[in-house]
């Protein structure tokens, strides 16, 4: 009895008469399965934390990477059930569970599926019970680590190998950073190991596996080699234009950049920029950030950019007070100083709806300050423009009590109804969507705002739209194999390409140029005052921003696994795409002259380095091999 009550929850229950598997309250992971005989994976979920405020989506992806099943679960939706058939096969399919989630979700499927866990890293990834089991597997000569981070939950992982019973005690502690957690090497062996992992504690856990496959199974007879199939994605070229590309940019320092690192903010190629302007600091020193706004003008190029309202230590919910319309003032005359060469847009507050208690409260001061900023021609001859909310994620709230009254979409909508006249763009920040295949949802919120807004004549978003801030994670909840790994650049090339999918975007700007000490989230390091090292990330942002042109043309994309951008300049074509997934995939093109004038393809892979790469071209179809985990860029030039 005790057995059986060890397994009624993540490690999960066998029930004799329906001979089925269950795991229980996933919240961020990927479920490998592979079916010997037809089988039926079933999802259950329930409410975890403001559900109501949250739409998400779960996916079904098959052994050759086709998606299988998508659905869509609406923040009205906070219970439900999905079902979805799993026929025999050698290849698993993936079911995938993006973090962050609200809600938990419990699976189902025939015990003889075989069916591998592979947990997120450092961000929890499921709910357990104390005693929890499951079990991994270490080959041959592998140097195998178990890694686990303390989330108010589970406090300790035991481990114990199969063959000899060895005991391993791995506890979890409390750190005062969220990317700090707790290792322990496990013993190298000749032959192969097979380890029970037994979690100590009720609640969240974080546990993975580095220097082996990071998968799980229930049973240990489970534990087989992951098989997946080489995929297919086809891709069909059309002559429309749909609109332009949005500039591609990153949050800059609120200070004069040292000379020592313009050559790292050179390889950024940033075309557009966020910053703050503190305003007890400029009603203190008006002119304080004249000298460093025009240096990013001038040197860097940089002419469209969006200043957020705040005060120093980025304190966000201002008041229409003397200190804030002091420090207004002051940027709209830094604004008026630059020359009007470009568009400067201001954002009365930073996530309003995350910061402060109401709608009222920022709707105040959003009429005061824009009040102050229509009350002189010349901000706007100077191309001062006025954007609303910046708000903390669009479609779902912030994270935040009450998030179902605070949803972005929900304030832009009832801002653009009472003082739509005053307002030229709408600007938010995504957070919080950190799997790759997830990454989509940002094509979608562009959508939703574009129909927020409504579409002219010439079917152009009526207001700019502008993502002005984004990243995997917000605040200081990162993950190394996240942010300092290929891993973001894969992130960063999916999200630019969805975001621009339909030519709606105007700005989007990665969050932020430069590492801070707690908030270790940028293109770059600081090594120190002089010494400055490009991450993957920034290194993926030039390869982008390289093969990146004006417009955004039609493209037919069937794939799941791989997002592509189809784009052109005058005569200049290309493709800029990302393989998101492990396998191989075979591209097929059609809609392009053979052969291609100057046709060129580069791949960007886990090396951080650009290749040349082979393609066919033949009877008006491209044709090539795209390696897992690598962007592709494919140039001609149209005849």
């Known amino acids: 009895m005790n057995r059986l009550a060890l397994l009624l929850s993540l490690g999960f229950a066998l029930d004799a008469q329906a001979a089925s598997m269950r795991w229980s309250d996933i919240r961020d992971g990927s479920l490998y399965l592979q079916a010997d005989r037809p089988d039926t994976v079933t999802v259950r979920w329930t409410p975890a934390w403001q559900a109501d405020a949250n739409e998400e989506h779960i996916y079904l992806v098959d052994g050759q990477g086709k998606l299988a099943g998508e659905r869509l679960i609406a923040a009205s939706e906070a219970r439900g059930t999905q079902s979805w058939p799993l026929a025999p096969g050698a290849a698993s399919y993936q079911l995938e569970i993006p973090g962050y989630s609200f809600r938990r979700y419990k699976v189902e499927h025939d015990e003889r599926t075989v069916a591998l866990f592979a947990p997120a890293k450092v961000h929890f990834s499921a709910e357990a019970r104390d005693g929890d089991e499951l079990y991994f597997k270490v080959a041959p000569g592998e140097h195998a680590v178990l890694a686990g981070k303390f989330h108010g939950g589970v406090g300790a992982l035991q481990a114990q190998r199969v063959g000899d019973n060895q005991p391993l005690l791995l506890a979890l502690k409390p750190y005062r950073a969220y990317w700090q957690f707790d290792q322990v090497a496990l013993p190298v062996s000749n032959s192969e190991q097979t380890w029970r992992l037994r979690l100590r504690g009720s609640g969240k856990v974080a546990f993975w596996l580095d220097g082996t496959a990071n998968l799980f199974a229930q049973n240990p007879q489970q534990l087989k080699p992951l098989r997946e199939d080489n995929g297919q994605t086809r891709l069909t070229l059309h002559k429309k234009v749909l609109g332009p590309t949005p500039n591609l940019g990153v949050a800059l320092p609120y200070v004069m950049p040292p000379p020592s690192s313009f050559a790292v903010l050179d390889a950024l190629g940033a075309k557009a920029a966020s910053y703050y302007s503190f305003v007890d600091i400029t009603q203190r020193k008006p002119d304080y950030e004249d000298a460093f706004r025009r240096v990013y003008q001038d040197r860097f190029g940089i002419t469209q950019d969006i200043t957020l309202l705040a005060g120093s230590q980025r304190q966000a919910d201002l008041r229409a007070d003397t200190t804030s319309n002091s ?183 990665w969050f932020q140029a430069a590492d801070e000490p707690n908030y270790p989230k940028g293109m770059f390091k600081v090594l120190d005052d002089d010494h400055f090292e490009i991450k993957p990330v920034g290194l993926a942002q030039q390869f982008i921003q390289q093969h990146w042109l004006r417009d955004v043309m039609l493209l037919e994309n069937d794939a799941f696994e791989v997002d592509v951008l189809a784009m052109a300049t005058d005569l200049q074509r290309g493709l800029l795409g990302v393989n998101k997934g492990t396998r191989l995939q075979r591209i097929d093109l059609s809609g392009a002259n053979c052969p291609l004038t100057k046709g060129s393809l580069r791949y960007f892979g886990a090396d951080n380095r650009s290749r040349d790469a082979p393609f066919h071209c033949q009877d008006g179809r491209v044709s090539f091999d795209l390696p897992g985990q690598t962007l592709f860029a494919l140039s001609w030039t149209a005849s």
């Open 327 to 509: 420090g207004l003032d002051a940027w709209l005359a830094s604004t008026r100083a630059l020359g009007g060469k470009g568009t400067h847009y201001i954002g009365f507050a930073d996530e309003p709806n995350l910061n402060y208690p109401d709608y009222a409260h920022y709707q105040s001061l959003f009429n005061s300050m824009a009040r102050q900023v229509r009350s002189n021609p010349g901000n706007a001859k100077a191309g001062i423009r006025i954007a609303m909310p910046a708000s903390s994620r669009l479609v779902n709230g912030p994270f935040a009590d009450n998030a179902a009254d605070k949803r972005g979409i929900d304030w832009a909508r009832r801002l653009l109804a009472e003082s739509g006249e005053q307002i030229d763009a709408l600007a938010w920040h995504e957070w919080m969507i950190r799997d790759l295949l997830a990454t989509r949802v940002y094509r979608d919120s562009v959508r939703r705002a574009a129909d927020l807004v409504g579409l002219d004549a010439n079917g152009r978003p009526r207001k700019a739209l502008l993502l002005d801030q984004t990243n995997m994670s917000s605040g200081s909840s990162l993950s190394p194999y996240d942010q300092e790994t290929h891993f973001a650049s894969l992130w960063w090339a999916s999200v630019a390409i969805n975001s621009a999918q339909d030519g709606l975007l105007e700005m989007l700007n």
